[in-house]
C-alpha cells in the first residue's frame, strides 16, 4: 500500500467514525440551537482543540499507558457521560430551547468552547480510536513518526470542521424557524436532551465492554 492509499483509507476511517451520532455531534447540535451560529462554530473548535489533544497524546504514546491502567479509562468515560448526561437533563427540564438554559445559551462562546473540547477530551469514543485504530497507521517506513502524526491529525481536524461545521451551520439555521414557534422549540429543546442522555449512556455502556 502506498502512502496516498495508506491515508485515504485513514480519512475514510475517519469520517465513519466522526458521521456517527454521538456526544460530540450532540453537543454541538445543541450549542448551535441555543446559542445560534457563534455558539455552534465555537463548539466545533473546541471539539477540534480536543481532538488535537488526542493525537498528541496517541504520538507519545499516552494510549499505553491507558491501556495498562483500564481503570482509568473506565472514570474517564463515566465522568464525560455523566457530563454530557447532565447537559441533556437540563435540556429536558428546560421551558424552551431559547431560554431558561444557563448552561449553553447564557455562556460567553469560549466557555462554550472550553465545554467543547471538555466533552471531547471525556468522550471514550476518542481513545477507543487512539487505541485501536491511530497507531496502526504510524508506519516507520514513511518516515518521522511526528510528521505522520501531524498528517493524520490535520485530516481528524479537517473531518470534524467539514462535519460538525455543517452540522453547527444548519442548527443554526433552523434555529429561527424554532424561535418563531415556542411549542416547538419546547419540543426541540427536550429531544435534543433526550438526544444526549442516550448518546451519553450507550458511549458509557460501549466503552465500559470495551475496557
Known amino acids: 500500500m502506498d502512502q496516498f492509499t495508506h491515508l485515504w483509507l485513514?480519512?475514510?476511517m475517519v469520517l465513519g467514525?466522526?458521521?456517527?451520532?454521538?456526544m460530540d455531534m450532540a453537543f454541538v447540535m445543541a450549542s448551535s440551537l441555543t446559542g445560534g451560529r457563534r455558539a455552534g462554530l465555537f463548539a466545533v473548535g473546541g471539539i477540534v482543540a480536543g481532538g488535537v489533544c488526542h493525537v498528541v497524546a496517541g504520538a507519545l504514546g499516552l494510549g499505553i499507558v491507558l491501556k495498562l491502567v483500564p481503570g482509568m479509562v473506565n472514570v474517564m468515560l463515566l465522568a464525560g457521560s455523566l457530563y454530557i448526561a447532565w447537559i441533556g437533563w437540563s435540556l429536558t427540564r428546560?421551558?424552551?430551547?431559547?431560554?431558561?438554559?444557563p448552561v449553553l445559551q447564557e455562556s460567553p462562546p469560549w466557555r462554550t468552547f472550553r465545554q467543547a473540547a471538555l466533552t471531547c477530551l471525556?468522550?471514550?469514543?476518542?481513545?477507543?480510536?487512539m487505541l485501536a485504530i491511530f497507531p496502526q497507521f504510524l508506519?516507520?517506513?514513511?518516515?518521522?513518526?511526528w510528521i505522520q502524526a501531524l498528517a493524520l491529525g490535520l485530516i481528524?481536524?479537517?473531518t470534524?470542521?467539514?462535519?460538525?461545521?455543517?452540522?453547527?451551520l444548519a442548527a443554526a439555521g433552523a434555529r429561527q424557524w424554532l424561535a418563531d414557534r415556542p411549542g416547538a422549540g419546547v419540543v426541540m429543546a427536550r429531544a435534543v436532551g433526550a438526544v444526549l442522555i442516550v448518546c451519553a449512556g450507550f458511549t458509557a455502556?460501549?466503552?465500559w465492554r470495551q475496557f
Not at 428546560?94 to 438554559?101: E, H
Not at 508506519?139 to 513518526?145: A, F, I, N, Q, V
Not at 470534524?160 to 453547527?168: E, I, N, W
Open 160 to 168: 470534524q470542521t467539514g462535519v460538525y461545521g455543517s452540522l453547527a
Open 94 to 101: 428546560s421551558s424552551s430551547v431559547f431560554g431558561g438554559l
Open 122 to 129: 471525556l468522550n471514550p469514543k476518542a481513545y477507543l480510536f
Open 139 to 145: 508506519r516507520l517506513e514513511y518516515g518521522s513518526l
Open 10 to 12: 485513514f480519512f475514510l
Open 205 to 207: 455502556w460501549q466503552g
Open 156 to 158: 481528524i481536524a479537517l
Open 17 to 22: 467514525i466522526i458521521i456517527l451520532p454521538g
